[in-house]
T-cell receptor, first 115, second 109 residues
Framework: DTGVSQDPRHKITKRGQNVTFRCDPI?????LYWYRQTLGQGPEFLTY????????KSRLLSNRFSAERPKGSFSTLEIQRTEQGDSAMYLC?????????????FGQGTRLTVV | DAKTTQPNSMESNEEEPVHLPCNHS???????IHWYRQLPSQGPEYVIH???SNVNNRMASLAIAEDRKSSTLILHRATLRDAAVYYC??????????FGKGTRLHILP
């Protein structure tokens, strides 16, 4: 297993366009997390899944954002009608929940630039 | 979410030990203390975690105060590759991970 992978690594889009990012977690991990990070700040929690169930969504996740994990494996994060303020690094992480307090493994992220 | 307080930045010389402090005075009995670090242009990576007792692994040691209101991450012999932002995080069992601003560690050659 090569770890958490995210695709694409970089995305440049025009304001108003829709974008979709994909995250493939480590195969036996049932927890999947999405974060957003802007320059100089720590990652901000957006949402997380246990298997296919979305357990929590941050207030940061406006109605333009939607995340899915349809079969409990990979996940997608879609941003509709992108705005310049959406420019950030989007990070995905996965972990196991069957053992207490295991570590989360992060992907390299998708850097979004909205022009 | 329980809060942690860390210095914004620290400096250390290469090949010397580094002690990164973290205050968490509002920690609850079920909060674990986690440390992650983020190297430039990378996603965060797990370093270590503990509940009450001091912990050691191949990357670092975690010293937890007896009252659990503070902890210290110890890098025994810093290298240039340890230059990163280090995050101290309180995590209740399998809850989500909430990051603060962390401590930016600079290593001087």
């Amino acid at each position: 297993d090569t770890g958490v992978s995210q695709d694409p690594r970089h995305k440049i889009t025009k304001r108003g366009q829709n974008v979709t990012f994909r995250c493939d977690p480590i195969s036996e991990h049932n927890r999947l997390y999405w974060y957003r990070q802007t320059l100089g700040q720590g990652p901000e929690f957006l949402t997380y899944f246990q298997n296919e169930a979305q357990l929590e969504k941050s207030r940061l996740l406006s109605n333009r954002f939607s995340a899915e994990r349809p079969k409990g494996s990979f996940s997608t994060l879609e941003i509709q009608r992108t705005e310049q303020g959406d420019s950030a690094m989007y990070l995905c992480a996965s972990s196991r929940s069957d053992r207490a307090n295991t570590e989360a493994f992060f992907g390299q992220g998708t850097r979004l630039t909205v022009v | 979410d329980a809060k942690t307080t860390q210095p914004n930045s620290m400096e250390s010389n290469e090949e010397e030990p580094v002690h990164l402090p973290c205050n968490h005075s509002t920690i609850s009995g079920t909060d674990y203390i986690h440390w992650y670090r983020q190297l430039p242009s990378q996603g965060p990576e797990y370093v270590i975690h503990g509940l009450t007792s001091n912990v050691n692994n191949r990357m670092a040691s975690l010293a937890i105060a007896e009252d659990r209101k503070s902890s210290t991450l110890i890098l025994h012999r810093a290298t240039l590759r340890d230059a990163a932002v280090y995050y101290c995080i309180l995590r209740d069992r399998d809850d989500k991970i909430i990051f603060g601003k962390g401590t930016r560690l600079h290593i001087l050659p």
